[in-house]
Structure formats: structure tokens, C-alpha cells
């Protein structure tokens, strides 16, 4: 992601004439270790933020603010590090040419570092998955009720969850009817996953803690757990689609064993 690494070999003759001093690698190198850092909270952030917003059921996402205060803290002291090193221990010892080069140096960095700040949170979605569902069910449950035969009006009973739209033959008149609980009702689908997850997600802490004492093979009992566990879930969540979710946990176990197991 970065130019500031190699900025020199494109900059005028001025920073090339000056760009091997010792004073702007030493700077390079503190520069270079700072944002190692700044990238490693980048990826942490790009890992785990969208679950801690998940799992945060608060309305006002406090525990999930927290978070991100904390992680932009961190950002800030970094480059108060840099900007407090360069100002007071590199500028006052350079000299007017070599300035040109330190300077843009410092900027480079300086930018990389704000950009990686104010864009680490950018993909985290702030949501209530629980209370979402919640009202997908109240919604399917009071079209549920309401649903009636548009021929002779008698009442249809539904007993599986039909969250596209289906036909259903009136027991009376035989006439088909289409129940359709809406597009509301559909987004039930994608909420399966993403909530059936952080349902599990003790059992996934317990699988990566697994991973990290006793490497992928060693931990694939515990992974299986998981699994097992995220695939309830979604039958919970989406009673009748067991074989597409069994599907999906065979695909998930097959995966573990090529990619992670086998690699
Ligand atoms: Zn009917």
C-alpha cells in the first residue's frame, strides 16, 4: 500500500542527493516500524470489528464505540510518536537540503497512517441482528395470520416457514394461493449466517484459542464443534432449508481439511 518506503528513487535531485544520509534512514527505519504497527491495528480492525459491533446489543452500540475509540487512540499515538520524534529530534538536526527530503518523508507517512485511520471502520456495518430478526418474525407471523383463501375466504394454516413467496392450495376450494411475506420477510436468508455466527461465537473463541496451542490439525475437533453448533443455528433461524444448511456445513468441513489441514 505504500510509496513511502521507496519515495526517494521518484523524487527530484535534491531528496536523491540527500536520501542516504544517515539521518533519513534513521528516520525511514523508526517511520518504517510505526506504520508496521499502524498496519498490524489495520488488519486487526478489518478482523474483528464487524463482530464486536454484532455482538454489541446495546442500542447505542456502547461497547462497540469503545472499541473503536480505543483502536483510533492507538492510531493517534502513533502519530503523535512519529510527528513528535521527527519535530524534535530529526528537524533540528538537519540540515537545510536534507530538510526537503525528511519533510516529505514524514508527510508520506503522515498521510499513510491518517488514511489507514479513517478508513479502518469504514466496512463495519452497525447492526442489531437479534432485534432485526425479531421484527422479520413479527412481520411473517402477522401476515401469517391474516392469510386467507382470496377464493372462498376460508383460513390458511402454515406450518413450515415459507419466507419466499410459495403457492399454497386452499383445503376448502382448492383454489392456489400465493403466500408472499415480502421483501422484508426474504432478508431472513441473509441474516441466517451472520447471526447464527455470532450465536457461536464462543464456540468459535474456543476453536481459534484450539488453533493457536495445537496448530489446524489439532484443532479441527474443536472446529467441527463450531460448526455443528453454526449449522443449528440456522436451522433454528430458517427451519426448512436443513439441506441446503447441511450443504453448507459438508462444504465448510471439506474446506477446513483442503485449505487449512492439507495446505
Ligand atoms: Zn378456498
Known amino acids: 500500500m505504500m510509496n513511502f518506503f521507496n519515495f526517494n528513487k521518484e523524487k527530484n535531485q535534491a531528496a536523491d542527493s540527500t536520501g542516504g544520509t544517515p539521518l533519513t ?9 510505526l506504520h508496521a504497527r499502524a498496519e498490524e491495528m489495520h488488519a486487526e480492525v478489518q478482523d ?9 446489543s446495546d442500542p447505542f452500540k456502547r461497547s462497540y464505540l469503545q472499541f473503536k475509540a480505543g483502536m483510533i487512540a492507538q492510531f493517534n499515538a502513533i502519530m503523535q ?20 527530503a525528511l519533510s516529505q518523508l514524514f508527510n508520506d507517512w503522515n498521510i499513510s497512517v491518517l488514511n489507514m485511520m479513517t478508513s479502518a471502520f469504514d466496512h463495519v456495518v452497525e447492526r442489531d441482528l437479534e432485534r432485526e430478526y ?3 418474525m413479527e412481520e411473517y407471523e402477522r401476515y401469517k395470520d391474516r392469510f386467507h383463501c382470496k377464493q372462498c375466504g376460508g383460513k390458511l394454516e402454515i406450518h413450515t416457514f415459507y419466507f419466499t413467496a410459495t403457492y399454497i392450495a386452499c383445503p376448502y376450494c382448492r383454489t392456489q394461493n400465493t403466500f408472499d411475506p415480502g421483501t422484508k420477510v426474504r432478508m431472513a436468508e441473509h441474516l441466517a449466517r451472520p447471526l447464527a455466527e455470532l450465536r457461536c461465537r464462543g464456540d468459535y473463541e474456543t476453536y481459534k484459542q484450539q488453533r493457536k496451542l495445537l496448530g489446524a490439525k489439532g484443532a479441527e475437533e474443536s472446529y467441527r464443534a463450531y460448526v455443528f453448533a453454526l449449522i443449528g443455528e440456522m436451522d433454528n433461524i430458517l427451519p426448512g432449508l436443513e439441506t441446503q444448511h447441511q450443504n453448507f456445513c459438508n462444504r465448510l468441513l471439506d474446506d477446513y481439511q483442503r485449505h487449512e489441514v492439507f495446505r
Open 134 to 136: 425479531r421484527e422479520i
Open 25 to 33: 534512514q534513521r528516520l525511514q527505519t523508526f517511520l518504517g516500524k
Open 48 to 56: 474483528s470489528a464487524q463482530s464486536v459491533a454484532d455482538a454489541d
Open 81 to 100: 510518536k512519529g510527528s513528535g520524534v521527527y519535530q524534535k529530534e530529526v528537524v533540528p538536526k538537519a540540515s537545510p537540503m536534507e530538510l526537503m
